[in-house]
Each structure stands twice: as C-alpha cells, then as structure tokens.
C-alpha cells in the first residue's frame, strides 16, 4: 500500500465520490440488464395486454415483461395483475435453452 | 488498409475534439500516414482545435454530396506532411450524413492512410452513430463525473451491438477508456471519482489518464494541438496515450498528486 493509499484510506467513509461510485454501481448495472432486453418485449407486452382485455378489465400498467439470464437459459417472466380476484395475481413463466 | 478509430462519449464537453486532434497528430508523429475527419456536422471544430480554420474550402458534406473530391477538401497539416484534417460542414443539415456516404468516404481514405481518427459530435444522433459505426477501435473519453461515466456506459451498449463489426459477427470494437480533466488532488480529497473508481464500473481496459491542465485551452486558443506541447502534463500524457495505444509498455503517469504536493503535504511545506 502506498503512502498515497494510506491518506486516501483516512478520508471519511463517505465522501462524495463514494457516494458517486455506488449510485453509478447501481445504475449502470440497472441500464446494462435492460439494454439486453430484446426490441420486441415492448409490442410483447401492449399486445398480450389486448388480448387479455378481451377477457379481463385489467389496469394499462397490469401487465409487466420481462427478460432474466438464468446460467445459460433466458426466462421471459410474465407479471399480470388482475383486479379484485382472492388471488391477485397470475404468473407465467416460459423458459428457453 | 486503414485503422479506423472513433474517438467517442456520449456526453458532450468531455474533450473528444482535444484528443482527436493530440491522438492524430500523435500518430502523425509517429510517422502513419493519419487523417482525422470531424463528424461534429453542423458545429466544425476541430478545424480549431488543429489551427486550420481559414484553409477550409470545401467540407465533409460537400464530399459527400459529390461537390468536391476528397483530394480537394483535405487539408494537409502545416506541421506534419503525413496528416490530414477533414472539416465538418458548419451550416449544411445532417441530411447528407448516410451510411452509404460516410463508407465510401471512408474507403477512398482508406487506400491512401493508415490511420482515421473519427471525432464524433456528443450525443446517440446520426452522427455520433456514423462516427462509430465503421471504427475498429473506440476511444471512449470519459470525465470522472456520473453523468459523463453513465453516458459512456450507454455508449459501449451502442458500440456492441450497432456497428459494422457487430451486424457483420467479426471481432468487435477494440474499447478503450480514456479518463480525462483528472485531478489526483481532488481525487485524494475524495470530491472526484477515481480512476480505480471509473475502470471498475465500466470495466474497461485504461488506455490512459489526461489530467486537467491549463495547458489544454492554451493549445486551444493557439491552434495547437496539446500533444506538441511536451512540456506540458497534458501534452506528456497524450503521447504516453499515443504510445500505448501503439503497443509500447509505458507506465501510467499523473494519476497520483506530484511529490512536491506530497511532501508538502508531510511536511506542511
Ligand atoms: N484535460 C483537460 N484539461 C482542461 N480542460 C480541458 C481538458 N480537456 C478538455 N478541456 C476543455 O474542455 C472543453 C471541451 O473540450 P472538447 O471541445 O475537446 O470536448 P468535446 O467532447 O469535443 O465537446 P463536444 O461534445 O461539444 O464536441 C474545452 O474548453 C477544452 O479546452
Ligand atoms: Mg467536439
């Protein structure tokens, strides 16, 4: 450890620039999982919303999609939440090698 | 065949025209035959930082547009033989910047030049787009700020996936980060991100650290780009930059305050 690293290891817990580096850890880590997210989820998402209209008045941000790695395996998770049921909620999962 | 080497950021005023121009006339010094063309369509500027704005004649655009030749709009260095400036347009639209376009320009130069240095306009636009979608390397200038750091990350997501080399499955984009407007003393005081910092989040191999330096506007306000004035810290790293960038092992410098601050500092000097 250098003496540089000595007096920077003194510095408060806190400082600004750690606060900078975790708030970027987490953001950039957030922005990085989208943008791996393929170009159709968005229509994916509006129109299974219209199909499940046709059967279920369901809220326009009821329905959420998304894409996870999982190993080797992507899963596409499915979230629809349904008005005023005992069970609020239905979840799908559809897996793919 | 030519190298094409987009100097990149997302972020504007992080120092890309700076580096276009030092890292070019690096590599013309060097002895490579080097071109470095302005993408900033619209708002020219590199032809300052290089200290050719009154030999402009024709432009980028008008060689894309068939007005001129490439051999008429280049303009050769005064300093370097070997180094050639292509000026963006200052008042055409960006309408004439097509993929078409920019390939075949790109080509000509090829045949002619070893190296192309593309300084991109800030932004995911046209052209920051075009700027890099032919590279083969990318300088991704970055300042050790969060705005300019989560931009640049944004920017290697666009680097991976919609380029040449990516659409076409071949090795992608050589990326390389770019740390610049350092200062280690701010740094020490715990005001500014570090370069550890910045590396670990982007993951990302250092191609070097240009401190903040007065020396930067100086060149600028003379037309000169910073790297020949090898006195100066800014200079200095940006021919280390130049020579790593060639290959050469050379140990980072002005990441850490002077020892002069240091033992100032011990000593209360
Ligand atoms: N290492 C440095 N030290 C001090 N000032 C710097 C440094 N690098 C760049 N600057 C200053 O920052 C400003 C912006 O630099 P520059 O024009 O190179 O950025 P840019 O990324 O090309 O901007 P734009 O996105 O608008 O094209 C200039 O005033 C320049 O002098
Ligand atoms: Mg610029």
């Known amino acids: 450890m250098g003496l540089l690293d000595y007096f920077r290891s003194r510095s408060p817990a806190t400082t600004s620039a750690s606060v900078a580096k975790e708030r970027l850890q987490i953001l950039v880590a957030h922005e990085r999982a989208q943008r791996n997210k393929p170009d159709y989820l968005p229509k994916l998402q509006r129109e299974l ?3 499940v209209r046709k059967y279920v008045q369901v809220a326009e941000d009821a329905i959420t999609v998304t894409m996870e790695e ?3 395996r992507e899963i596409l998770e499915l979230n629809i939440i349904l008005p005023d049921e005992p069970d609020p909620k239905v979840k799908t999962k559809a897996r793919r090698r | 065949m030519a190298r094409i080497i987009v100097v990149t950021s997302g972020k504007g005023g992080v120092g890309k025209t700076t580096t276009s121009a030092a890292f070019a006339m690096g590599l013309a010094m060097k002895g490579y035959r080097t071109a470095v063309i302005d993408f900033d369509v619209g708002l020219r500027n590199l032809d300052l930082v290089m200290g050719c704005e009154r030999r402009v004649v024709y432009d980028f655009v008008n060689v894309l547009n068939g007005e001129a030749t490439l051999h008429q709009a280049l303009i050769r260095d005064k300093r370097r033989d070997n180094l050639f400036i292509l000026p ?3 008042t055409r639209d960006k309408e004439s910047l097509t993929k078409e376009g920019v390939e075949r320009v790109l080509n000509e130069l090829a045949e002619t030049h070893e190296y192309i240095v593309c300084d991109s306009p800030a932004g995911i636009e046209k052209g920051a787009t075009l700027a890099m979608y032919f590279a083969d390397d990318a300088l991704v200038v970055t300042n ?3 705005s300019s750091v989560r ?3 944004r920017m290697l997501g666009i680097l991976a996936s919609k380029s040449r080399r990516a659409e ?3 090795e992608p984009i050589k990326e390389y980060l770019l740390l610049t407007r350092y200062s280690p003393e701010r740094v020490r005081l715990g005001e500014m991100l570090s370069v550890e ?7 990302m191999h250092l191609l070097g650290v240009i401190p903040e330096s007065k020396s930067v506007l100086g060149a600028s306000n003379a037309g000169t780009p910073v790297i020949l004035d090898e006195k100066s810290d800014a200079g200095q790293a940006y021919g280390d930059i130049v020579r790593r960038y060639l290959g050469e092992q050379v140990p980072h410098r002005f990441v850490e305050e002077n020892k002069k601050g240091l033992l100032k500092r011990l000593f209360g000097g």
């Not at chain 2, 910092?197 to 993951?203: K, P, R, T």
């Open chain 2, 144 to 146: 050790p700020e969060v």
């Open chain 1, 70 to 72: 999982d190993g080797d």
């Open chain 2, 88 to 90: 963006a347009s200052q």
């Open chain 2, 197 to 203: 910092d910045v590396q670990e989040i982007l993951s």
């Open chain 2, 151 to 153: 931009d640049s990350d």
């Open chain 1, 49 to 51: 919303l219209e199909v």
């Open chain 2, 168 to 170: 076409l499955g071949v």
